[in-house]
């Protein structure tokens, strides 16, 4: 079992920060490329940032110059900054992690529980 768990998040004034983790544990052989999705009220889940293990980085042009995403391997931990937040960044972050579980194991897909980002004056 592979547990994905998301902290960080809550409510903030537009042009305000806040910094969201996500970690893995549970039974981790190899963990691939890590990312923050995200799922406003009445839309579809759309990718924010993903960074593969080697720390190559690929965001949404919605988070480009505004979004940083980073990890700490060692503590099988993605990170997202989130800086000049805009009414619309409102939604709930999703952390996801393709991981091998064991050596015998294929790669599977994991995701976090959510964790509500509210951007509100």
């Known amino acids: 079992q592979v547990q994905l768990v998301e902290s960080g998040g809550g409510l903030v004034q537009p042009g305000g920060s806040l910094r969201l983790s996500c970690a893995a544990s549970?039974?981790?052989?190899?963990?691939?490329?890590m990312g923050w999705y995200r799922q406003a009220p009445g839309k579809q889940r759309e990718l924010v940032a993903t960074i593969t293990s080697g720390g190559n980085t690929k965001y949404a042009d919605s988070a480009k110059g505004r979004f940083t995403i980073s990890r700490d391997n060692a503590k099988n931990t993605v990170y997202l900054q989130m800086n000049s937040l805009k009414f619309e960044d409102t939604a709930v972050y999703f952390c996801n992690a393709q991981v091998v579980p064991d050596f015998r194991a294929a790669l599977g897909d994991y995701w976090g529980q959510g964790t509500q980002v509210t951007v509100s004056s």
């Open positions: 549970g039974s981790i052989f190899r963990i691939y490329a």
